[in-house]
């Protein structure tokens, strides 16, 4: 491999200090071996990526690392055939930025099996307005849809709305036809989520009123669910019969507190949805479709353009819970 020169945020663990994020010029020869080198364009911020940031050995396990989870770019040089110099792609999931130097370095190695050729009727740039939470959330409406969730058979509930897969999901929904209710602890929220399309914002303390109860009222006829524990649990309770719950996060919490009565009862699914290791023929589906009969013309509007100076403090909001819409990353030119 061509050893090239590059910046790239790079996180550290320093004793006596703790964790320490910095922009560091960074050669090829220290990335891993891969197929492809790529030279990223633009990256996104994801919460994985701040957990990485943050030290989570459950993410990472090894620092110094560059977290970054997506990336979009042009191929540098290949020993797979597949791949040519030039090649646009994206890769988002599979190890990248957690184990493997990730998007938030301008330039990454991969194995060529990583790799999405660039959907005709995207842009690099779209490619990761949408990032893995505008795919993840393309996953949970298709697993909605496959399920018989369709827009005559009720509304579908979006909780952690203010996210990045949650948003993405609440516009895709309603370009389908779907009501869409959310739930959000925000208190600025309602007004950002009606401009999106909801029909209806519940406060996340008005929500979880009942949820000592086995069983709710029958709201929803499907769920995207963002996060996990209790919030995941009363948003299965209040499912109607033969609803669909997508689970796709645990930023509130990984435990689930549950009884059997809405799966018993009500014959309610909960559908698991992961992203990172998605085969590669769902994968191509997805962006298919998000290139073109599911193209969205808002998403542009819910993020926000940084560079990799601003990523710290992005991070900070993100793990503080202060973060709304999306963080796209411009990694500039290789100088």
């Known amino acids: ?10 996180v550290s663990e320093v004793e006596g200090i703790g964790i320490r994020r910095e922009i560091q010029q960074r050669s090829t020869a220290e990335l891993p071996p891969g197929d492809v080198l790529v030279n990223v364009q633009y990256s996104s911020l994801n919460y994985k990526d701040a957990l990485s940031a943050n030290g989570n050995r459950g993410v990472t396990k090894r620092y110094p690392h560059t977290p970054g989870i997506d990336a979009a770019g042009f191929v540098v040089s290949s020993i797979d055939p597949r791949w040519q110099p030039g090649d646009p792609v994206l890769c988002t999931g599979y190890d990248l930025g957690m184990n493997t130097a990730g998007g938030f370095g301008q330039l990454i190695s991969v194995p060529g099996d990583w790799l999405v050729r660039l959907p005709e009727g995207l842009s690099l740039l779209e490619t990761m307005q949408l990032g893995t939470a505008g795919f993840t959330a393309a996953l949970c409406v298709l697993g909605l849809q496959n399920n018989g969730v ?14 990045g897969v949650a948003t993405i999901a609440i516009l895709l929904l309603c370009q389908l036809g779907y009501t869409v209710v959310a739930v959000s602890g925000k208190p600025d929220a309602p007004r950002f ?3 999106l399309g909801v029909q209806e914002t519940i406060a996340r303390k008005t929500f979880l009123a009942g949820a000592d109860r086995g069983l709710l009222p029958a709201r929803w006829a499907g769920v995207v669910d963002t996060v ?23 930023a509130a919490s990984g435990d689930l507190p549950l009884n059997v009565y809405p799966f018993i009862l009500r014959g309610v699914h909960l559908l698991g949805i992961y992203s990172a290791n998605c085969p590669m023929e769902r994968r191509l589906q997805v962006w298919h479709k998000l290139a073109n009969e599911w193209k969205m013309d808002r998403v542009s509007a819910l993020c ?19 973060s ?3 963080c796209v990353v411009d990694l500039g030119e290789l100088r």
């Open 1 to 10: 491999m061509e050893r090239l020169p590059f910046r790239a945020l790079v």
């Open 304 to 322: 926000r353009m940084i560079g990799l100076e601003d990523l710290d403090q992005e991070i900070n909001a993100m793990l503080a819970g202060q």
């Open 150 to 163: 369709i827009p005559q058979k009720g509304p579908v509930l979006v909780t952690g709305a203010t996210g």
């Open 193 to 195: 989520l009606n401009d």
């Open 228 to 250: 996990g524990g209790i919030l995941l649990a009363t948003a299965i309770k209040g499912t109607g019969m033969d609803g669909v719950v997508t689970s796709c996060g645990n």
């Open 324 to 326: 709304k819409g999306r």
